[in-house]
C-alpha cells in the first residue's frame, strides 16, 4: 500500500530555518545563504521521506514564512503599497508583506499564522513566483519524484479579506475566474504527475454559493489538469455533509483526503458512499500532537476503509500537515526512555505512517507493533500521567460542584415555597401571581431533581 505525508516542518531538525532567516534580517547573512541554507533542509526531508518509503511525497509545502503568503506572492497580489513593479517577486517585497519595512506596516497575520491576503475588484493577478515548479525541479534533480502542494483556489480567497478601501461586503469570490488562470501554469509542463491543493476550509460550515465555488473553479480547472492526478486535501475538522457531497463530485479529482483523527463524522459519510475508482488519503496519524499513534487502532481504520473503497485505493496519510510538531526525538537526549517510546515528533509519525501502510499490505512489522503496544500501555499505566491523589482532588472537587448546585436549587424552591406561603398569609396572591409561583417552584423541582439523579449516577460509578 502507499503512503503520503500532508506536509512537514519547515524549520529544521536544530531550527536551522529560524537562525538563517534571523542572520539575513539582522543584515549578517546574504540571500544566497539564506537560500543554501533552504536547499539543504528541503534536501534533507525529500530524502528522508524517501528512505523511509513514502510514495507521495509533497514539495512546495517549505515556506520562508507561511504558504498562504507564498500563494499571494505566486498570484502577483500584492498590495500597492510595497511598490512592487511586477516580475519574480524576491525577497525584499516578500518580507515587507510579511514583516513590514521601513515605511509601511506588514499585512495582518491572524493567530492562525498566516499573512491575510488583501484583495479588490481592481488586483490584477499574474504568475510571478515560480516558487512550487523551482522545488519540484530540485527534489527531482535528486531523484525523487514529489507531489508539489498548492492552496486551493477557492480556500485562498475564503481566507483572504477586502484590502483597505474597499467595501466590507465586497465577494471575495467573485475573482475565482481572475485567479484560476494562474493554477494552470508550469507544474504539468515540468513533469509533475501528481498536484496536491489544500482546500482547507471545506471543513466549514459553507453555504451553497461557497460550496459551488468548488464546482465551478475545478471544472473550469479540468482541461488544464488533464494527465495530472489531482489530491483535493482536507484537514483539523469534519468535512460537513453538503461539503462532502461537493467535493467527492468534482470530476477533475483522483484522490481526497481527510482527517480521520478528528474527522470521525467524516468516516460515516465515506461509510455511506465514496466515488468508485477515486483514491481515498486517509489520515489516521495525527498531525497535531507528539504522541505515538496507536498502531493497532489505526490499522483496524484502515482496514475497514479498505473494505468500503478497496484496499488499493487507500493511501496512509498524516491527519494534516506535520508543520505542528516539533521535528525530530532524536536530538530530545535529556528524555528517558521510557517518555521517548510515548511520544513521535514528525520524523518519527514518517515512520509510523509507512509501518502502517506495510501492514496493511501484509508486511506487519510485528516487533515494531509490539513495541509500540507496550509502550501505550506504559503510557496508560504510569504514575508520571496518572496520579491517584490528583485524580482524588479532582472527583472531590466534582462532587463539591454538584453538591453545591444541588444546594443553589434547594435554595430557589425554598424561596418560592415561602413566597406562596406569604402571600396567602397576607391575602394578597391571585390565581395568575400563584401560578407563576407555582410553575417557578416545579421548575426548581425539576432542576433539584436533575442534580439528585447526576449526583446518584456519580456515587454509582465511583462505587
Same mark, same amino acid.
Given at each position: 500500500?502507499?503512503?503520503?505525508?500532508?506536509?512537514?516542518?519547515?524549520?529544521?531538525?536544530?531550527?536551522?530555518?529560524?537562525?538563517?532567516?534571523?542572520?539575513?534580517?539582522?543584515?549578517?547573512?546574504?540571500?544566497?545563504?539564506?537560500?543554501?541554507?533552504?536547499?539543504?533542509?528541503?534536501?534533507?526531508?525529500?530524502?528522508?521521506?524517501?528512505?523511509?518509503?513514502?510514495?507521495?511525497?509533497?514539495?512546495?509545502?517549505?515556506?520562508?514564512?507561511?504558504?498562504?503568503?507564498?500563494?499571494?506572492?505566486?498570484?502577483?497580489?500584492?498590495?500597492?503599497?510595497?511598490?512592487?513593479?511586477?516580475?519574480?517577486?524576491?525577497?525584499?517585497?516578500?518580507?515587507?508583506?510579511?514583516?513590514?519595512?521601513?515605511?509601511?506596516?506588514?499585512?495582518?497575520?491572524?493567530?492562525?499564522?498566516?499573512?491575510?491576503?488583501?484583495?479588490?475588484?481592481?488586483?490584477?493577478?499574474?504568475?510571478?513566483?515560480?516558487?512550487?515548479?523551482?522545488?519540484?525541479?530540485?527534489?527531482?534533480?535528486?531523484?525523487?519524484?514529489?507531489?508539489?502542494?498548492?492552496?486551493?483556489?477557492?480556500?485562498?480567497?475564503?481566507?483572504?479579506?477586502?484590502?483597505?478601501? =474597499?467595501?466590507? /461586503?465586497? %465577494?471575495?469570490?467573485? !475573482?475565482?475566474?481572475?485567479?484560476?488562470? *494562474?493554477?494552470?501554469?508550469? #507544474?504539468?509542463?515540468?513533469?509533475?504527475?501528481?498536484?496536491?491543493?489544500?482546500?482547507?476550509?471545506?471543513?466549514?460550515?459553507?453555504?451553497?454559493?461557497?460550496?459551488?465555488?468548488?464546482?465551478?473553479?475545478?471544472?473550469?480547472?479540468?482541461?488544464?489538469?488533464?494527465?495530472?492526478?489531482?489530491?483535493?486535501?482536507?484537514?483539523?475538522?469534519?468535512?460537513?455533509?453538503?461539503?462532502?457531497?461537493?467535493?467527492?463530485?468534482?470530476?477533475?479529482?483522483?484522490?481526497?483526503?481527510?482527517?480521520?483523527?478528528?474527522?470521525?463524522?467524516?468516516?460515516?459519510?465515506?461509510?455511506?458512499?465514496?466515488?468508485?475508482?477515486?483514491?481515498?488519503?486517509?489520515?489516521?496519524?495525527?498531525?497535531?500532537?507528539?504522541?505515538?499513534?496507536?498502531?493497532?487502532?489505526?490499522?483496524?481504520?484502515?482496514?475497514?476503509?479498505?473494505?468500503?473503497?478497496?484496499?488499493?485505493? =487507500?493511501?496512509? /496519510?498524516? %491527519?494534516?500537515?506535520? !508543520?505542528?510538531?516539533?521535528?525530530?526525538? *532524536?536530538?530530545?537526549?535529556? #528524555?528517558?526512555?521510557?517518555?521517548?517510546?510515548?511520544?513521535?515528533?514528525?520524523?518519527?509519525?514518517?515512520?509510523?505512517?509507512?509501518?502502517?501502510?506495510?501492514?496493511?499490505?501484509?508486511?506487519?512489522?510485528?516487533?515494531?507493533?509490539?513495541?509500540?503496544?507496550?509502550?501505550?500501555?506504559?503510557?496508560?499505566?504510569?504514575?508520571?500521567?496518572?496520579?491517584?491523589?490528583?485524580?482524588?482532588?479532582?472527583?472531590?472537587?466534582?462532587?463539591?460542584?454538584?453538591?453545591?448546585?444541588?444546594?443553589?436549587?434547594?435554595?430557589?424552591?425554598?424561596?418560592?415555597?415561602?413566597?406562596?406561603?406569604?402571600?396567602?398569609?397576607?391575602?394578597?396572591?391571585?390565581?395568575?401571581?400563584?401560578?407563576?409561583?407555582?410553575?417557578?417552584?416545579?421548575?426548581?423541582?425539576?432542576?433539584?431533581?436533575?442534580?439528585?439523579?447526576?449526583?446518584?449516577?456519580?456515587?454509582?460509578?465511583?462505587?
Amino acid at each position: 500500500m502507499a503512503s503520503h505525508i500532508v506536509g512537514y516542518p519547515r524549520i529544521g531538525p536544530k531550527r536551522e530555518l529560524k537562525f538563517a532567516l534571523e542572520s539575513f534580517w539582522d543584515g549578517k547573512s546574504s540571500a544566497e545563504e539564506l537560500q543554501q541554507v533552504a536547499a539543504d533542509l528541503r534536501s534533507a526531508i525529500w530524502k528522508q521521506m524517501a528512505e523511509a518509503g513514502t510514495k507521495y511525497i509533497p514539495s512546495n509545502t517549505f515556506s520562508y514564512y507561511d504558504q498562504v503568503l507564498d500563494t499571494t506572492a505566486m498570484l502577483g497580489a500584492v498590495p500597492a503599497r510595497y511598490n512592487w513593479n511586477g516580475g519574480e517577486i524576491g525577497f525584499d517585497v516578500y518580507f515587507s508583506m510579511a514583516r513590514g519595512n521601513a515605511s509601511v506596516p506588514a499585512m495582518e497575520m491572524t493567530k492562525c499564522h498566516y499573512i491575510v491576503p488583501e484583495l479588490g475588484p481592481d488586483v490584477k493577478f499574474s504568475y510571478s513566483s515560480h516558487k512550487a515548479v523551482v522545488e519540484y525541479k530540485e527534489a527531482k534533480v535528486l531523484g525523487i519524484n514529489t507531489v508539489p502542494v498548492l492552496v486551493g483556489p477557492v480556500s485562498y480567497l475564503l481566507l483572504s479579506k477586502p484590502a483597505k478601501g =474597499v467595501d466590507k /461586503s465586497f %465577494s471575495l469570490l467573485s !475573482l475565482i475566474d481572475k485567479i484560476l488562470p *494562474v493554477y494552470r501554469y508550469g #507544474l504539468k509542463a515540468a513533469g509533475a504527475t501528481w498536484v496536491q491543493f489544500d482546500e482547507p476550509t471545506l471543513v466549514k460550515d459553507l453555504d451553497a454559493h461557497q460550496l459551488q465555488a468548488f464546482t465551478h473553479a475545478y471544472a473550469e480547472l479540468e482541461s488544464s489538469l488533464s494527465g495530472l492526478n489531482v489530491l483535493i486535501e482536507t484537514y483539523f475538522a469534519d468535512v460537513p455533509a453538503e461539503a462532502y457531497k461537493t467535493l467527492t463530485s468534482l470530476k477533475a479529482v483522483t484522490a481526497y483526503g481527510f482527517d480521520i483523527v478528528r474527522g470521525t463524522k467524516t468516516l460515516d459519510l465515506i461509510k455511506q458512499g465514496f466515488p468508485s475508482g477515486k483514491f481515498l488519503f486517509a489520515g489516521v496519524v495525527d498531525g497535531r500532537n507528539i504522541w505515538a499513534n496507536n498502531l493497532a487502532s489505526s490499522l483496524n481504520t484502515l482496514q475497514a476503509l479498505g473494505d468500503i473503497v478497496g484496499t488499493d485505493k =487507500v493511501v496512509v /496519510s498524516t %491527519s494534516c500537515s506535520l !508543520l505542528h510538531t516539533a521535528v525530530d526525538l *532524536v536530538n530530545e537526549t535529556k #528524555l528517558d526512555q521510557e517518555i521517548k517510546s510515548w511520544l513521535a515528533f514528525a520524523a518519527q509519525k514518517v515512520v509510523e505512517v509507512n509501518a502502517l501502510a506495510k501492514a496493511l499490505s501484509g508486511q506487519k512489522d510485528e516487533v515494531y507493533f509490539s513495541a509500540n503496544a507496550a509502550a501505550l500501555a506504559s503510557r496508560k499505566s504510569s504514575p508520571r500521567v496518572t496520579n491517584e491523589a490528583v485524580q482524588k482532588a479532582k472527583r472531590r472537587r466534582s462532587r463539591d460542584q454538584k453538591l453545591w448546585r444541588q444546594r443553589q436549587v434547594r435554595t430557589k424552591q425554598i424561596e418560592c415555597e415561602d413566597e406562596i406561603e406569604g402571600q396567602i398569609d397576607g391575602g394578597g396572591t391571585n390565581g395568575a401571581n400563584k401560578g407563576e409561583i407555582e410553575r417557578r417552584q416545579g421548575s426548581a423541582r425539576k432542576e433539584m431533581n436533575s442534580e439528585n439523579k447526576v449526583v446518584s449516577e456519580s456515587v454509582q460509578r465511583k462505587l
